[in-house]
């Protein structure tokens, strides 16, 4: 699967074609998962398409598999962290979607942390910490 063209202003085809740096926790053919750059908690991890789709109603039907697949496998990463996370995906503005790419959130829960709290700012991912969770994600080590 190929992103759109160099002339795409979109950030995740950028991340794609491995013009900005990611922290990536998964890749296969068709699809894409790295950690959130400003997450709302430890391990927040995006699963994307590579074909640019805004919409999760825009995704070709040849591509469901491959990308239930992935978020499924992410899951099972982020159950390294915690057995406790949210699934979703924002659809449009009004629904919070800030970049139009279709995007997976794969959110891992810890205890005291409110999944509907909005009080705590959202601070943008060190390299030391990605490099730790990017290591537990993939050994199965535990926080």
Do not use: W
């Amino acid at each position: 699967m190929r992103a759109p063209g160099p002339g795409t202003s979109c950030i995740f085809c950028g991340l794609i074609r491995r013009e900005s740096p990611a922290h990536v926790v998964y890749e296969d053919d068709r699809t894409l998962a790295f950690l959130d750059l400003f997450p709302l908690s430890r391990g927040h991890t995006l699963v994307v398409p590579k074909r640019h789709v805004d919409r999760i109603t825009e995704l070709p039907r040849e591509d469901y598999s491959a990308m239930l697949g992935a978020v499924v496998e992410v899951c099972r990463r982020i159950e390294r962290l915690s057995r406790h996370y949210n699934v979703g995906v924002n659809q449009g503005e009004l629904a919070g979607q800030i970049v139009f790419h279709l995007h997976f959130h794969i959110i891992p829960r810890y205890e005291n942390d409110s999944p509907f709290s909005r009080t705590r700012p959202r601070s943008r991912l060190s390299e030391a910490e990605a490099a730790e969770v990017l290591r537990e994600l993939a050994s199965g080590n535990s926080a």
